[in-house]
């Protein structure tokens, strides 16, 4: 197809070819001029603090906040681990030339359980939720630093062995402060440094072979995953993922359980539940110059700016019990920023780069997900894997558009198209509104973005 000659100027200088420093994209995509990623993160820490207070004194919790026998505990923990070395960075192509092969993390929580004739004790009698403050420093630490945690956690137990000797897991969920990085512009030595901000999202999950040695002192121990991401908001975004050997102690400040306790669901029925969640966020993305494949996730080249991220998910769940619930969900994505690679304009700039306006349908997605409910008190934790169903083939220009040229297009696979999954942590406000703070992975390795929102569910 040739384009009229008349057309040109109004194609190439106000449609489809644009700037990121032009006003309006300046004002929409440049959003870290107004918003820091860390005051962003602290925020989100004190939200979901807040929730966990909220909720303990709503008096819609009926009575599960009566002080008559809830406990509180406080844990010392010490973790050696392996930093898997899944990329160059980690496997010594930085800075200081040094591989980072391990870490060794100390923590301190405080964490509290409600009283076992209480709603939630009832429901939920081996649950304990809290806060934790840990530092984590590395092999080669001048590398990435020795970052600090703040996070929520959650536990319980999955089963008993003996009367004092029982499987117990909990999870961690926050923000991590202080990584080394670059704030140079430079594309090659930001890459030496490995990760674009000084805060990371923080992910852990923990089994312990749990013994109690006396009413107030337990011992635990047993193998801790840990991933650090900050979800595409800064670039390089490489992660950083470590496996190790949680050693904690738990001291029982006040209120003495009973050893042996049993979950009473009589009241519970089984049924259906529906959750409506809408979130949003920013990121970062990388493009390739090359007509010939896309950009991988793996670039140095970025595109200048943040850009808007948001989605809806309906997402029915079948609750077998007051812990387990499944279903599927129906996702719809916006990315502002997708498919930007196909529509590069190859006479501008690496540094300075300029692009064809992506079609509407080049920044929508949707999808359908299966998800895995597991419910405790004030959180959720809900997993889902996915895959797109519509998602259209981004069409590559060529070419630069000259009224000479003919209008040569090829075809790429979309960056929205594929398997895509889901790790969000429900907070609950009030009734059926919560709190939904998530990550999203793409083909089960890329990094997506994170998912900062709310949502309801009725039943």
């Known amino acids: 197809m040739r384009i009229p000659r008349s057309l040109t100027k109004y194609i190439c200088g106000y449609r489809l070819i644009f700037r990121l420093t032009t006003p309006f994209p300046a004002m929409i995509f440049r959003l870290n001029r107004y918003i820091n990623v860390r005051a962003v993160a ?173 009413p107030r002192l337990t011992l635990r121990f047993g193998p801790e995953i840990a991933h650090y991401s900050n979800g595409n908001t800064s670039l390089p975004n490489p992660g950083v993922n470590r496996v190790g050997l949680r050693l904690s102690a738990t001291y029982r400040l006040h209120g003495i359980r009973p050893r042996s306790l049993s979950a ?95 079609p509407l349908s080049e920044r929508i997605m949707g999808g359908v997900s299966l998800r895995v409910e597991i419910s405790m008190p004030i959180f959720s934790v809900n997993i889902g894997i996915g895959h797109s169903v519509y998602a259209p083939t981004p069409r590559r220009h060529d070419t630069v558009y000259y009224p000479s040229d003919d209008d040569r297009l090829s075809a790429v696979k979309s960056d929205l198209r594929g398997f895509y999954q889901m790790f969000n942590l429900k907070t609950r406000l009030y009734h059926g509104l919560y709190l939904n703070t998530g990550y999203r992975l793409v083909d089960f390795s890329k990094s997506g973005n994170l998912m900062l929102g709310l949502g309801y569910t009725w039943r």
């Open 42 to 214: 602290i925020a989100v820490m004190m939200m979901m603090t807040a929730a966990l207070h909220v909720v303990a004194q709503s008096p819609a919790a009926g009575d599960t906040c009566r002080r008559n026998g809830v406990s509180s505990e406080l844990s010392i923990a010490a973790t050696p681990s392996l930093v898997l070395r899944s990329n160059p960075f980690l496997r010594g192509n930085n800075r200081m030339g040094k591989p980072v092969s391990s870490s060794f993390s100390g923590r301190l929580q405080y964490a509290m359980r409600f009283a076992p004739d209480s709603e939630y004790g009832r429901l939920y009698p081996y649950a304990w939720q809290g806060i934790g403050l840990g530092v984590t420093s590395f092999s080669a630490s001048g590398v990435l630093g020795s970052p600090v945690a703040l996070y929520v956690l959650q536990g319980s137990r999955i089963a008993s062995v003996t009367q004092r000797l029982a499987v117990d897991y909990e999870w961690n969920f926050g923000a991590s402060f202080g990584w080394k990085h670059s704030s140079s512009t430079d594309a090659a030595d930001r890459l030496l440094y490995g990760v674009g901000s000084s805060v990371n999202a923080y992910i852990g999950l923990a089994f312990m072979l749990s013994y109690e040695a006396t």
């Open 264 to 358: 009473d669901w009589s009241g519970f029925r089984p049924g259906m539940s529906y959750d409506i969640t809408l979130w949003g966020a920013w990121r970062k993305w990388g493009y390739s110059p090359s007509v010939n494949e896309p950009y991988t996730g793996s670039g140095a080249l970025e595109v200048p700016g943040r850009w808007l991220v948001g989605g809806l998910s309906f997402n029915p769940l079948y609750r077998f019990n007051p812990v387990v619930a499944a279903g599927a969900a129906v996702d719809l994505l916006y990315d502002d920023g997708a498919n930007l690679s196909a529509h590069f304009e190859p006479s501008s700039p690496f540094d300075s780069p300029r692009f064809y306006r992506q």
